[in-house]
């Protein structure tokens, strides 16, 4: 069971806006910077999204991250066949100073 | 950028192993450094940080004790010294870099990982 709680599953087909939630509490993401990493098959994470929202570069405008209050949220919009990755959230945690993960999303290109 | 980790292998329970990672390509003093792993077919779990100067080091629970990280800015690496290992540290294990100068989970940069399979 992951702190931080991301749906296990999306998908959207080509050109669509898709959305990735992440919850947590008030001692990791009400708190603290989210990030969000990308992981393409069989290979390693990619810093996608940091600070909740900035993106480094070389990552297109069309990934974007925002957080309100205990959660926050990956969008996807013009949904590409190369998006499809898994998608990980994950912030500091004051109470057990450490980090935490969310449990990963696939996201699938119909 | 790069950051290249080796030592990885099969270790018997309640074995010992040490994990490298060689960082080139930065200036390795002005970056933490984290270790991060992944069971198969399973997500991210964070182990452990170290900052620049080795200053503030932390652990995951799951670790706590059994694990000690360390880097040697001379040399440009930072190790992981994994004892009392059980089947469950069975992973790949990532090296990090993060520009951060406290705890955090900003990595802009990742290795490629280096098995460890713990069996016996």
């Known amino acids: 069971q992951s702190v931080l709680t991301q749906p296990p599953s999306a998908s959207g087909t080509p050109g669509q806006r898709v959305t990735i939630s992440c919850s947590g509490s008030t001692s990791n993401v009400g708190t603290n910077y989210v990030y969000w990493y990308q992981q393409l098959p069989g290979t390693a994470p990619k810093l996608l999204i940091y600070r909740n929202h900035q993106r480094p570069s070389g990552v297109p405008d069309r990934f974007s991250g925002s957080k309100s209050g205990t959660s926050a949220s990956l969008a996807i919009s013009g949904l590409r066949s190369e998006d499809e990755a898994d998608y990980y959230c994950?912030?500091?945690?004051?109470?057990?100073?450490?980090?935490?993960f969310g449990g990963g999303t696939k996201l699938t290109v119909l | 950028v790069q950051l290249v980790e080796s030592g990885g292998g099969l270790v018997q329970p309640g074995g010992s192993l040490r994990l490298s990672c060689a960082a080139s390509g930065f200036t390795f003093t002005d970056y933490s450094m984290g270790w991060v792993r992944q069971a198969p077919g399973k997500g991210l779990e964070w182990v452990s940080f170290v900052t620049s100067t080795s200053a503030d080091i932390y652990y995951a629970d799951s670790v706590k004790g059994r694990f000690t990280v360390s880097r040697d800015n001379a040399k440009s690496s930072v190790y992981l010294h994994m004892t009392s290992l059980r089947a469950e540290d069975t992973a790949l294990y990532y090296c990090?870099?993060?520009?951060?100068?406290?705890?955090?989970?900003?990595?802009?940069?990742w290795g490629q990982g280096t098995l460890v399979r713990v069996s016996s």
């Open positions: 994950a912030a500091w945690d004051d109470s057990l100073s450490g980090v935490v």
């Open positions: 990090t870099r993060s520009p951060t100068s406290g705890g955090s989970c900003y990595y802009d940069y």
